[in-house]
Structure formats: C-alpha cells, structure tokens
C-alpha cells in the first residue's frame, strides 16, 4: 500500500459514504492497528508488519460485507464502559444511553430495577454500577445473549442477577409481585414485513429475535410488558421503554390504556419520538 490511511477511506466510501467512511478509517487506524490520535490526523502513514496487512485485509473485507466495526472489534462503547458485544446480541446504541442516564436521575438509589430483553446487559450493567445500592434483575429468551451479558458482567464486576425467559408466556414468581421500583425495557418491534427497509450490517448480522416481533404486530411486547408490570411493580412504580419512533402515540396508548399514569413520550437528542415513561397507579 502507498498509503494506508487513504487506501482505506477509498475502500471504504463507495459503500459507507464520506462521514461513516472517515469514522471507520480512524477506528482502523488507531483502535486496531494502534496508530497514535495525532500521527492519524497529521496523515503520517502506517508501516504495517505482514500480520497487520493480513489483519487489515480481514477486517476491510468484513466491512465491504457490511458487518458491523463493533462486532469485528468485539466491542462497543457505552456509558464510559466498553462492553464485550457479538452477532448474539444487538448492538449498544448512543439513545439507549439516554434513557439509563434518565433513569440514573430519577430511580431511588437502592431501586430494585428489572431489565426485560437484556442482550449484552449494557442496561442492567450500567444502571448496577451507576447506582450500586440498587437491586438489578434481567432476563432474556436467548442463552447466547445471557452467556455474553453474563461475561459483561463478571468484567465490569457488576451484581446483576440474571435468567432465561420468554417474556411473552413469562410467569412471575409470588417474591416477585409488586416488588420491582422500575421495569425498563427496548423489545422487538420490527415486522417481517419492514426487513426490505432495513440496513444490510442490521439485517445480516444483528440477532432477528431481538428485532422482530411474530406476526403483524408491533406493540405486542408492549402490551405484555406493560401488563405484567401490573403485577410485578410496586405501587407508583416505573415502566420505561425505548420505543421505535413510528410508534411513540400507539405505546402512549397502550399505557393508558393498561391504567398507567403520567404517560409522557420523551425525545432523544436528535429529536426522534425515543422513550415512554408511564407510573403505576398509586392506590393500585
């Protein structure tokens, strides 16, 4: 390669565009290949080695595959941690940070918290190191989800408890009835029939059970998950969900009409319909 910088941003930018490709040329440069920050903004050159060339080709050819840079470097970034991420589990996004920092805020500091459709457990994870008095429970249907959240957890020396579920047929045990402050959840919600409107990294590499609900409904796990809050929340407790941003009135609706309180449809920081807060009656 004459230079390396520039022979990756030009592999890169016909499928990525000049933004995405100039992020992930840097991420190359100085995350994997240990280039310093300030010699990748001068523009020196690398001089590879032949394991790094062969390295470097991998992961270009991945990319030009479109799977995800977090799932090739094994890890993404959220709330200051790096969690250990793979195709098992979807992949931390920058709104879901909104909402553990929201819950930071408002959460009492030795909540007992329950994290529905954990995947990596950034959520849990974060909310139990953010607020370590608290109580933090997760499930999910998938046991390679929980083997990875379970790693993440042992790593960040975390104390959330963990257990395999499906969510849609779940039956809490009697301990656990009106005993959680706070449910949070990000559920599938994707049809089948919206795949062809997808991005190719998503589609192909992110776990379809975490994306897609069964049939042609995509307020299913809402209305679960908001019924099963009924029982398991404590009075004035807390249903916080991420939501896609088509469907912030309809999961509005869907709280109220599950009989929650001070429904509120929150926007994230790029002024997309994100979250939905609803309380539990008090005298419930």
Same mark, same amino acid.
């Given at each position: 390669?004459?230079?390396?910088?520039?022979?990756?941003?030009?592999?890169?930018?016909?499928?990525?565009?000049?933004?995405?490709?100039?992020?992930?040329?840097?991420?190359? $440069?100085?995350?994997?290949?240990?280039?310093?920050?300030?010699?990748?903004?001068?523009?020196?050159?690398?001089?590879?080695?032949?394991?790094?060339?062969?390295?470097?080709?991998?992961?270009?050819?991945?990319?030009?595959?479109?799977?995800?840079?977090? =799932?090739?470097?094994?890890?993404?970034?959220?709330?200051?941690?790096?969690?250990?991420?793979?195709?098992?589990?979807?992949?931390?996004?920058?709104?879901?940070?909104?909402?553990?920092?929201?819950?930071?805020?408002?959460?009492?500091?030795?909540? /007992?918290?329950?994290?529905?459709?954990?995947?990596?457990? $950034?959520?849990?994870?974060?909310?139990?190191?953010?607020?370590?008095?608290?109580?933090?429970?997760? $499930?999910?249907?998938?046991?390679?989800?929980?083997?990875?959240?379970?790693? /993440?957890?042992?790593?960040?020396?975390?104390?959330?408890?963990?257990?395999?579920?499906?969510?849609?047929?779940?039956?809490?045990?009697?301990?656990?009835?009106?005993?959680?402050?706070?449910?949070?959840?990000?559920?599938?919600?994707?049809?089948?029939?919206?795949?062809?409107?997808?991005?190719?990294?998503?589609?192909? =590499?992110?776990?379809?059970?975490?994306?897609?609900?069964?049939?042609?409904?995509?307020?299913?796990?809402?209305?679960?998950?908001?019924?099963?809050?009924?029982?398991?929340?404590?009075?004035?407790?807390?249903?916080?969900?991420?939501?896609?941003?088509?469907?912030?009135?309809?999961?509005?609706?869907?709280?109220?009409?599950?009989?929650?309180?001070?429904?509120?449809?929150?926007?994230?920081?790029?002024?997309?319909?994100?979250?939905?807060?609803?309380?539990?009656?008090?005298?419930?």
């Amino acid at each position: 390669m004459q230079n390396v910088i520039a022979d990756i941003r030009q592999t890169l930018l016909p499928l990525y565009g000049k933004e995405e490709a100039a992020a992930l040329t840097r991420i190359i $440069c100085q995350e994997m290949l240990g280039q310093t920050a300030t010699d990748f903004f001068l523009g020196k050159d690398i001089v590879l080695s032949a394991n790094q060339k062969t390295f470097l080709q991998s992961i270009l050819e991945r990319l030009q595959d479109f799977e995800p840079i977090q =799932y090739i470097q094994q890890q993404a970034p959220f709330m200051g941690h790096r969690f250990f991420v793979a195709p098992g589990v979807l992949i931390p996004r920058p709104e879901t940070e909104e909402l553990v920092e929201h819950l930071t805020k408002i959460l009492p500091a030795d909540a /007992n918290i329950f994290d529905i459709g954990t995947g990596s457990g $950034c959520i849990a994870i974060s909310l139990a190191l953010a607020l370590p008095k608290a109580k933090v429970s997760a $499930c999910d249907i998938s046991e390679q989800a929980l083997t990875i959240a379970k790693y /993440n957890n042992e790593t960040h020396q975390a104390q959330v408890s963990f257990f395999q579920t499906d969510i849609l047929t779940y039956q809490p045990e009697t301990s656990a009835l009106q005993s959680f402050d706070a449910i949070v959840s990000n559920p599938p919600y994707i049809t089948k029939a919206e795949a062809n409107t997808m991005e190719p990294n998503v589609l192909r =590499y992110e776990p379809h059970v975490a994306l897609f609900v069964d049939g042609n409904d995509p307020l299913l796990f809402y209305r679960k998950i908001a019924a099963l809050g009924k029982a398991i929340l404590k009075p004035d407790g807390l249903l916080a969900f991420e939501i896609n941003r088509a469907y912030g009135q309809e999961v509005k609706e869907v709280l109220h009409e599950q009989g929650y309180q001070q429904v509120k449809l929150k926007q994230d920081l790029f002024g997309n319909n994100r979250f939905v807060f609803g309380r539990l009656k008090i005298d419930y």
